[in-house]
């Protein structure tokens, strides 16, 4: 795993990890585990440019099996049950675009 970017809490007391990567971890606290949940979340299989080093993804957990991923060029969304995810790309003809 490459350096930690961010890091949240499930519903199950699990830390959730993001990499500088967007690779997503999951330390099962009960067995003191490691599971990698996710591949680089923005990468070209999910419709970004390439995959290159991301700096500062952070996420946060819905408490409802989601976790939100996001970054500069965009947001997505990890189903956590089936390891889906949901690529949603800021509109950078939006006047808020360099906002966010």
């Known amino acids: 795993m490459l350096a ?3 890091i949240a809490i499930d519903s ?3 830390l959730l990890v993001v990499a500088s990567s967007s690779e997503i971890f999951k330390w ?3 067995s003191q585990q490691l599971e990698k949940l996710s ?4 990468s070209e299989k999910n419709g970004y440019a390439d995959n290159e080093i991301i700096e500062r993804p952070i996420i946060l957990p819905d408490g409802k099996d989601t976790l939100w991923i996001a970054q ?3 947001l997505a969304k990890l189903n956590l049950m089936t390891k889906d995810v949901t690529p949603i790309k800021y509109p950078k003809s939006g006047q808020d675009y360099k906002k966010i």
């Open 12 to 14: 199950n007391g699990d």
């Open 28 to 30: 099962q606290t009960s």
């Open 39 to 42: 591949e680089s979340i923005f």
């Open 72 to 74: 500069d060029e965009g």
């Open 4 to 6: 930690p970017n961010g």
